[in-house]
């Protein structure tokens, strides 16, 4: 069973942007989240202030620097993915169900739980680059990445919905 947490946080504006955007590289001091993948598309991963400001400059052109920042998701992966490279893999699988429309960052973290070894951040701008539209988080948008989701692990999603702001 994989878990898709929806998170829309509108508090804090592009200063939340930001913070999002540089979570990947954040260790906590004990180890126990380990980073241990990151990608994206459209952003300059290996460079996240770079990505930052990547996204920052789509909103800009579009005139749309306020309201909801980014869409991010956190996926935890079940017992079945097992190793590190599967879980980047699933990742980068899932940033590319957006990245024609929308720049996107992934992080794949190690963290052992009851139900999962690996989640995934996924942090997808927006604002389309395509044409400056608004990402729309609605039901059948979140449907299609369920169906994604499951044909690709071959599991059962289930999906939450967090909004702060």
Not at 7 to 24: C, M, Q, S, V
Not at 32 to 39: F, N, V
Not at 143 to 157: A, C, G, R, S
Request: some cysteine.
């Amino acid at each position: 069973m994989v878990h898709v947490k929806l998170i829309r946080d509108t508090f804090g504006g592009l200063k939340y942007l930001e913070n999002a955007i540089t979570y990947p590289m954040r260790q906590k001091p004990d180890d126990s989240d380990k980073l241990c993948g990151i990608g994206g598309y459209g952003v300059d991963p290996l460079h996240l202030d770079l990505a930052y400001r990547q996204m920052h400059r789509i909103k800009a052109c579009y005139g749309k620097t306020s309201g909801n920042p980014l869409i991010h998701f956190m996926i935890s992966l079940d017992k079945n993915t097992k190793t590190a490279k599967n879980a980047c893999d699933i990742a980068d699988k899932i940033a590319r169900f957006y990245m024609g429309r929308f720049q996107v960052l992934w992080c794949v973290h190690q963290k052992a739980r009851s139900d999962s070894d690996f989640h995934i951040h996924v942090f997808i701008n927006s604002v389309s680059y395509v044409n400056g539209l608004m990402f729309h988080s609605g039901f059948s948008e979140l449907n299609y990445l369920k169906k994604y989701i499951e044909n690709l692990t071959k599991q059962t999603v289930f999906l939450h919905y967090k909004e702060n702001g």
